[in-house]
């Protein structure tokens, strides 16, 4: 199975940029879909962004759509979710997270998470 491991979090002021990267163990990296998700204090676990095996499409949540990009390097085994124009309300952890095959955008639908990566963004 793999594993992930979340990496570029930090704390950045409005209107800055950020790339957390997602890296993967485990073996048969291509076969799984990734998804990013993030997690607010005293808030749920909230779906950011998706990317399909072979990057041919992605899906994000309206509220990052047009300021965040996910893509993926198969050939290094990791995702990528680069954050522009970021807002004091993407203040947060995020996750990445993988399923084999489909995508989807709800938590329950993943089986394998990493530890997160807090991104803290500065008014």
């Not at 163990?25 to 990734?34: Q, R, T």
């Amino acid at each position: 199975q793999v594993q992930l491991v979340e990496s570029g979090g930090g704390l950045v002021q409005a209107g800055n940029s950020l790339r957390v990267s997602c890296a993967a163990s485990g073996g048969g990296f291509s076969n799984y879909v990734v998804g990013w998700f993030r997690q607010a204090p005293g808030q749920e676990r909230q779906f950011v962004s998706v990317i399909s095996r072979d990057s041919s499409t992605t899906n994000y949540a309206d509220s990052v759509r047009g300021r965040f990009t996910i893509s993926r390097d198969n050939a290094k085994n990791t995702v990528y979710l680069q954050m522009n124009s970021l807002k004091p309300e993407d203040t947060a952890i995020y996750y990445c997270a993988a399923r084999l095959l489909t995508k989807a955008t709800t938590v329950r639908e993943y089986p394998f998470w990493g530890q997160g990566t807090q991104v803290t963004v500065s008014s």
